[in-house]
């Protein structure tokens, strides 16, 4: 699998954007770009993926470099309820595993 | 929806005994459900994958007759944790995915701390 490089851990104030960034020089064509959070002592929950274009949904929007490698996870606002590991997984297209990296921990400030 | 359970939460048990850990996708018919470990501090590793009604496929190293994973149902998967020791400590995780819903998407429960003393 394509390995991806995030930062260790973030910190931003509460209410404010967010810009998780990950590298995947090694990105294959037909790799898609997911997203995944884990809540402190929860399982992982899915944010967001894409493959070529920006997306958006109800929880955050994902923006993907033109040559594909490196992508942002936007979290418009932060809560306090955001505070969590985010991890940036590439998935091939035939793929059904998913394979965790270390991830990056967010911390909110009030 | 999309809601994917686990029971127990947390179990403690004594060195030498088995623990059985049930996954259940509640609205949704899992055709395909993953089990992962996770040790503290570090990040979630794929132990198996059950189809239903197949046999379960594990990652290299696991120990396919330690971890007996039953996926006799559409929803419902059960990991059995035998003999457990304390290094089997962990926090289990499942997920499940639904081909017939969303082929991108896996589906988590809240996983289950096991402590074995």
Redesign the interface.
């Not at chain 2, 990040?43 to 794929?46: E, N």
């Given at each position: 699998d394509a390995k991806t490089t995030q930062p260790n851990s973030m910190e931003s104030n509460e209410e404010e954007p967010v810009h998780l960034p990950c590298n995947h020089s090694t990105i294959s064509g037909t790799d898609y770009i997911h997203w995944y959070r884990q809540l402190p002592s929860q399982g992982p929950e899915y944010v967001i993926h894409g493959l070529t274009s920006n997306v958006n949904n109800r929880m955050a929007s994902l923006a993907i470099a033109e040559d594909r490698k490196s992508s942002t996870l936007i979290l418009h606002r932060a809560t306090l309820r955001d505070a969590a590991v985010y991890y940036c997984i590439l998935k091939g297209a035939g793929s059904y595993q998913l394979t965790f990296g270390k991830g990056t921990k967010l911390s909110v400030i009030p | 929806g999309a809601v994917?359970s686990?029971h127990p939460s947390r179990v403690i048990c004594k060195s030498g005994t088995s623990v059985k850990i049930e996954c259940r996708s509640l609205d949704f018919q899992a055709t395909?459900m993953?089990w992962?470990r996770q040790f503290p501090k570090q990040?979630?590793?794929?132990m198996a994958?059950s189809n239903e009604g197949s046999k379960a496929t594990y990652e290299q190293g696991v120990e396919k007759d330690k971890f007996l994973i039953n996926h006799a149902s559409l929803t419902l998967s059960t990991l059995t944790v035998t003999s457990a020791h304390p290094e089997d400590s962990s926090?289990y995780?499942?997920?499940a995915?639904n081909y017939f819903r969303d082929l991108?998407?896996?589906?988590?429960?809240?996983?289950t701390?096991l402590t074995v003393l």
């Open positions: - | 994917v686990q395909t993953f992962y990040s979630l590793m794929l994958t926090f995780i499942c997920s995915k991108d998407t896996q589906y988590f429960g809240p996983g701390r």
